[in-house]
């Protein structure tokens, strides 16, 4: 087998308006659920309660359990079905998501090993952990696997930053996180149940701009400005709406996974083509990504955004609106929520988003 400035409210506008579609029902902290995933060899998936005996037959091996920290040896075989158990059960409530790492055989598919991440909601920090069989050690099984993991984690799950930590004898894993984008942050002791006492290992960390790369400016961006004592940087201007419903709250949009700052949730909009106004850009844009309509009149600039990135400038008025013509619908693969003002700063946003959510909460 190959292993696989405060604006005018919007509501004084003029009565030449479109016909509001009520908004539908979004949930206003979704959360998801876990469809299996694939890479070019693998797939990760929740385990089933019949996984249990090929789990067994993998974890109860000295080599792997040693290098993880919970894990006792021998393994016991009824644990296995109280750990998919709690597996599951752990998936539904989106604390953690522990997941087989299986592969094809012909037309079987065999349990290769796991990978899982729990999730402090306090910190926003998700602890991975990983482990493959011996028998397919040495087939880039981790490397695969660990690195869609991470990009879906990042894109989908409510994170800010991955921890991982390694026994100082493990090379291996360490070596499939520096290839994935951690970082080395520190080191410290952490039981390990196996070997029946505290093991030194090595603290690692990545961040979404880790994983993703450095947001940096397109090649088509509009000429440099000079900021004082800074190298001249190009200006990036960016329209960008938030659409207020009838109960008042706001639509969020969450960048899918392929994209920069995946997983971050932002208003929508979009870069301004050459010549194209701030107001003709967001009614395009508003068709495209969520396939509603708007008039110009409808659309009251509120504040703006000035952020350095590395590499670029970023100039974006922000619009508000409560007219338009449909209902709101993901045609870009992003993740929508309806969101009340004193839940916005709950969610994380990119840079220059932050400092309009005060403004817009307490206009709101």
């Not at 990009?151 to 994935?180: G, H, Q, Y």
């Not at 990036?236 to 392929?258: S, Y």
């Not at 590499?311 to 993901?330: D, K, T």
Request: charge should be neutral.
């Amino acid at each position: 087998m190959t292993p696989p400035a405060k604006a005018r409210s919007p509501r004084t506008q003029s009565r030449s308006r479109p016909r509001k579609t009520a908004a539908p029902e979004l949930a206003e902290a979704p959360r998801p659920g876990y469809a299996p995933i694939a890479t070019e060899r693998l797939s990760l998936r929740a385990f089933t309660p019949e996984d249990a005996t090929a789990l067994h037959r993998l974890i109860n091996d000295w080599q792997v359990t040693r290098n993880l920290a919970v894990v006792p040896f021998p393994y016991p075989r009824d644990l296995a079905d109280t750990w998919i158990a709690s597996t599951l059960r752990q998936i539904d409530a989106g604390t953690a998501y522990h997941l087989a790492i299986t592969g094809k055989e012909g037309d079987e598919e065999l349990i290769i090993g796991a990978i899982g991440l729990r999730i402090d909601p306090k910190t926003r920090h998700g602890q991975l952990g990983y482990w493959v069989g011996t028998r397919y050690w040495g087939h880039g099984v981790g490397t695969e696997a660990a690195t869609r993991f991470v990009r879906w984690a990042f894109s989908n799950l409510d994170i800010e930053a991955i921890d991982a930590n390694v026994f100082t004898d493990n090379p291996a894993s360490m070596a499939v996180l520096r290839r994935i984008g951690f970082r080395e942050i520190g080191e410290g002791l952490e039981m390990s149940v196996a070997r029946g006492g505290e093991e030194k290992v090595l603290r690692f960390q990545a961040t979404r701009e880790d994983i993703f790369g450095r947001t940096i400016v397109p090649p088509d961006a509009d000429a440099p400005i000079y900021p004082e004592g800074k190298k001249p940087m190009p200006l990036l201007l960016v329209a960008a709406c938030a659409l207020i419903d009838t109960d008042n709250r706001v639509l969020l949009a969450r960048r899918p996974e392929g994209k920069k700052m995946a997983g971050l949730w932002e208003f929508p909009g979009g870069k301004l083509d050459p010549g194209e106004t701030p107001e003709a850009a967001l009614i395009r844009e508003l068709k495209e990504e969520l396939g509603i309509d708007v008039s110009a009149a409808c659309l009251a600039p509120f504040a703006f955004a000035s952020h350095a990135y590395e590499g670029f400038h970023l100039l974006m008025p922000l619009f508000l609106c409560r007219r338009w013509r449909g209902n709101p619908q993901a045609r870009e693969g992003q993740t929508l929520a309806w969101v009340r003002p004193e839940k916005l700063t709950t969610y994380s946003m990119p840079p220059a988003d932050k400092p309009l959510i005060p403004l817009l909460r307490d206009f709101l």
